[in-house]
């Protein structure tokens, strides 16, 4: 029975991204399911107004930033969803690339609610609190790092002394506009198994299988799904230390069984798509995962499209996953070059990640490896040695090999290095260029961190990088060739990201020279 609350809205803006380019992610908002189901259990019943889900076949440029195009609803749209009894408006502010429009967003929203706490979380503000705070006048406060627990010790505590002032994991602007947040590393939920289950509300899930959209593979309708938070390492390019700390928590077994079983009977789903940072490091847990969907006699599609550790995947859990219907697998060796590995605190055993990925083709597993090139410190030798080794895996049979080219995000270690070093000035364009999401594989114009190698140079062996890499692939397997024909016109199936992701292409520019944008 839900009590009559404080009002609460949450709000997620529509996705950014470079005229042309492949990334986008239009994916159901997990992090919003999971606080809502939270937030439930304490008596609240907060809303949604998901841009993303409610215009997924609306694409339009933005005029304020040229190059760069929006898909969802637009501002007045978003503004018209919002109920008027809002007390707490919350936005997920998780993508630096997509800060700039969040900003305009937040700025306009709060002509019509002047009165509401505004509340940001996510990756974005966890690594730049200060500036965010201070670049965007209408944000009250930032959630730092794992929200559930602040988000709520923060609503109850506004609710009843209408502040929000001594909660542990938040920083906002005091009166004198003097910024405030606790040194210590935000608040890490102890058992995960006791935030609950994510709420979906009825109808919402449907949008996204109906356009096809997923964070891995999609087929048909795929769950999205999370059995850990966080992750143990200490990458120097990746911003997950400061969102979620080191500090590594996976699900009990039993409760992501009875999890899967549920979605399965209520909505009738065909995969999981894991959105775990690091979904697999032991292999006794996906061992035991794997051998209870057998034992229960669950019948699914089930995708790891974020990575996994090469310790944990070895011919026995290969086999595993393959048995119990994993379609789509990725590792994330980054570089190829010792060197590389030990200055970015990559601790992989590259060999024996070589040797993981050999085996999970040989079980006819779809496999994809990350790899990126251009970190500050890398020579010309250094990223030769990730160009070829990209080349022989396709070679060996590895389905796809996107190479990426650095981006220092905000909250990782190397980004605080070039911000101290005064290499870094965060304006709109920073945002907007971070490469990873907005660079399009065809443009030459890049922003490169790397001061021993021309950024042309860069972008132009990247672009010749995908050229080759897929030219082997086609050649030495040309049944991909008609594959990919095939995927990219049918309603639902694609066998990998690359397919869905031209497929994707081919839709927004369809919606877009409809008029719809």
Not at 206 to 216: I, L, P, S
Not at 301 to 312: K, M, V
Request: charged share 25%.
């Amino acid at each position: 029975m839900k009590q009559n609350r404080l009002p609460i809205t949450f709000v997620r803006a529509p996705i950014v991204s470079k005229i042309g380019n492949l990334n986008n992610e239009a994916t159901p908002a997990i992090g919003f399911a999971y606080l809502s189901g939270y937030l439930r259990r304490l008596g609240y019943d907060p809303l949604l107004v998901d841009a993303i889900g409610e215009g997924i076949n609306h694409v339009w440029s933005l005029k304020k930033y040229p190059g760069f195009q929006a898909q969802g609803l637009n501002f007045e749209e978003i503004i018209n969803r919002i109920p008027a009894d809002s007390r707490v408006i919350g936005f997920s502010l998780m993508f630096s690339s997509e800060w700039p429009l969040v900003r305009d967003l937040l700025i306009e929203v709060r002509k019509y609610f002047p009165n509401a706490l505004f509340v940001g979380g996510g990756e974005h503000v966890t690594g730049l609190a200060e500036y965010s705070l201070k670049d965007c006048p209408a944000l009250d406060v930032c959630v730092r790092g794992e929200g559930e627990q602040t988000f709520a010790e923060l609503v109850q505590t506004y609710e009843k002394t209408g502040s929000f002032k001594g909660i542990s994991g938040i920083a906002y602007l005091d009166e004198d506009e003097v910024f405030r947040q606790d040194q210590s590393p935000p608040p890490r939920i102890r058992k995960v198994d006791e935030i609950g289950w994510p709420f979906w509300p009825d109808g919402y899930l449907e949008k996204f299988w109906e356009a096809g959209k997923c964070f891995g593979v999609p087929t048909e309708k795929d769950m999205p799904f999370m059995v850990s938070r966080g992750c143990p390492y200490q990458c120097t390019f990746c911003s997950s230390p400061d969102m979620w700390t080191t500090r590594y928590t996976l699900r009990d077994v039993n409760d992501v069984i009875d999890e899967a079983k549920f979605y399965i009977k209520r909505f009738g789903i065909t995969s999981l798509q894991f959105y775990d940072l690091t979904a697999i490091t032991k292999k006794s847990w996906i061992v035991e995962f794997c051998q209870k969907l057998l034992k229960e006699g669950i019948q699914l599609n089930w995708s790891l499209p974020s990575g996994t550790r090469s310790e944990a995947l070895d011919s026995e859990s290969l086999s595993l996953l393959r048995q119990t219907g994993c379609n789509y697998l990725v590792y994330a060796p980054e570089s190829a070059s010792l060197s590389t590995l030990k200055k970015i605190k990559k601790k992989i055993k590259l060999d024996q990640l070589t040797k993981s990925v050999l085996e999970a083709k040989r079980q006819n597993l779809t496999v994809r490896i990350n790899l990126i090139i251009g970190f500050p410190e890398e020579t010309w030798s250094d990223i030769f040695k990730t160009f070829f080794y990209g080349l022989k895996m396709s070679f060996y049979g590895v389905d796809e090999a996107p190479l990426y080219i650095f981006s220092p995000y905000p909250g990782t270690e190397i980004f605080k290095t070039l911000t101290q070093e005064k290499k870094i000035i965060l304006d709109d364009n920073y945002f907007l260029n971070l490469n990873s999401l907005n660079s399009s594989y065809l443009s030459t114009k890049i922003v490169n961190h790397n001061p021993r190698i021309n950024a042309r140079l860069l972008a132009a062996l990247r672009t010749f990088f995908m050229v080759t890499n897929y030219s082997v692939g086609y050649f030495f397997f040309p049944k991909r060739i008609f594959r990919t024909l095939k995927n990219i016109f049918s309603p639902h199936e694609v066998v990998t990201v690359f397919e869905h992701r031209l497929k994707d292409l081919i839709q927004r520019k369809k919606v877009a020279q409809d008029g719809t944008g």
